[in-house]
C-alpha cells in the first residue's frame, strides 16, 4: 500500500462549483498535512499548512484533517479558471522529516 | 512569502555532459535543502536531502555519483547531473527549508526543465 494516495483525475468542474480534493495515508504517525497547488511546468505552492486533526480556512479554501479516518480534504469555494493546476496533498511525522507528497489531482475549471 | 530560486530554469545538453542547477534561498537561511524530481503525471520523487556543510542522504535507488549535490552555504545547493542522458531529461525541483518568521516551513523553487538529447 502506498504511503499518500490521490485520485489522479483528471477532474473537471464549471465555475463557480464547490471542488472537492482528498487524500488517504496510511502512516498514523503523519502530523503535519499540506496542500500544494502547482501549474504547469512550475515549481508547487504552498495553498494550507495544517498541524493534526480539524478544519482551516483561508479564503476561498478549506483544509479537512481526520486523523481517524487518516483522510485529509481540500475544498475550493467559488472556483475560478485560475485554479486550474495540479493539486498535491502532502504530509510529513515531524516538522524536521522529509514530506510525503500523494501524486497529485488535475483539476480544470472551466468559464 | 519566502522565495527559493534556480538557475537555469531550462537546459538543453547533449548525451555526456554534465549539468549543474543551482538552488538558493533569497531571504531566509536554508538548513536543509531537498531535491526533488518529477516525471510527466507523476509526483515529486525525492531524489536527496543535503544539510549546508554535510554530505548529501541519497534516497533509495537515486546514484550519488550520477546525481551530485553540494550545499556550500545556507542559501545555496548545487546539483550536478553527470554525463547526462536522455532518460535523465526530467524536470527537476528544489527545495529549501527554515526559518521563516516564527515558523520553520519549506519553499520550492520554480524548477529546471532539463532536456538531454
Known amino acids: 500500500q502506498k504511503e499518500v494516495e490521490q485520485d489522479p483525475g483528471p477532474l473537471s468542474v464549471p465555475e463557480g462549483a464547490i471542488v472537492s480534493l482528498n487524500c488517504t495515508y496510511s502512516?498514523?504517525?503523519?502530523?503535519?498535512f499540506m496542500w500544494y497547488r502547482q501549474y504547469s511546468r512550475k515549481g508547487p505552492e504552498l495553498l494550507m499548512y495544517?498541524?493534526?486533526?480539524g478544519n482551516k480556512e483561508d479564503g476561498r479554501f478549506t483544509a479537512q484533517v481526520d486523523k481517524s479516518s487518516k483522510y485529509i480534504s481540500l475544498f475550493i469555494r467559488d472556483s475560478q479558471p485560475s485554479d486550474s493546476a495540479t493539486y498535491l496533498c502532502?504530509?510529513?511525522?515531524?516538522?524536521?522529516?522529509?514530506?510525503?507528497f500523494g501524486p497529485g489531482t488535475s483539476l480544470s475549471v472551466i468559464p | 512569502g519566502a522565495v527559493v530560486s534556480q538557475h537555469p530554469s531550462r537546459v538543453i545538453c547533449k548525451s555526456g555532459t554534465s549539468v549543474k542547477i543551482e538552488c538558493r534561498s533569497l531571504?531566509?537561511?536554508?538548513?536543509?535543502m531537498f531535491w526533488y524530481r518529477q516525471f510527466p503525471k507523476k509526483s515529486l520523487m525525492l531524489m536527496a536531502t543535503?544539510?549546508?556543510?554535510?554530505?548529501?542522504?541519497?534516497e533509495q535507488g537515486v546514484e550519488k555519483d550520477k546525481f551530485l549535490i553540494n550545499h556550500a552555504s545556507l542559501t545555496l545547493s548545487t546539483l550536478t547531473v553527470t554525463s547526462a542522458h536522455p532518460e535523465d531529461s526530467s524536470f527537476y525541483i528544489c527545495?529549501?527549508?527554515?526559518?521563516?518568521?516564527?515558523?520553520?516551513?519549506?519553499?520550492f523553487g520554480p524548477g529546471t526543465r532539463l532536456l538531454v538529447l
Open positions: 543535503s544539510n549546508e556543510g554535510s554530505k548529501a542522504t541519497y
Open positions: 531571504d531566509f537561511q536554508a538548513t536543509t
Open positions: 527545495s529549501a527549508r527554515g526559518l521563516v518568521g516564527p515558523q520553520e516551513t519549506q519553499y
Open positions: 502512516n498514523s504517525a503523519f502530523q503535519y
Open positions: 495544517t498541524y493534526s486533526s
Open positions: 502532502a504530509m510529513l511525522e515531524g516538522s524536521y522529516d522529509k514530506v510525503i
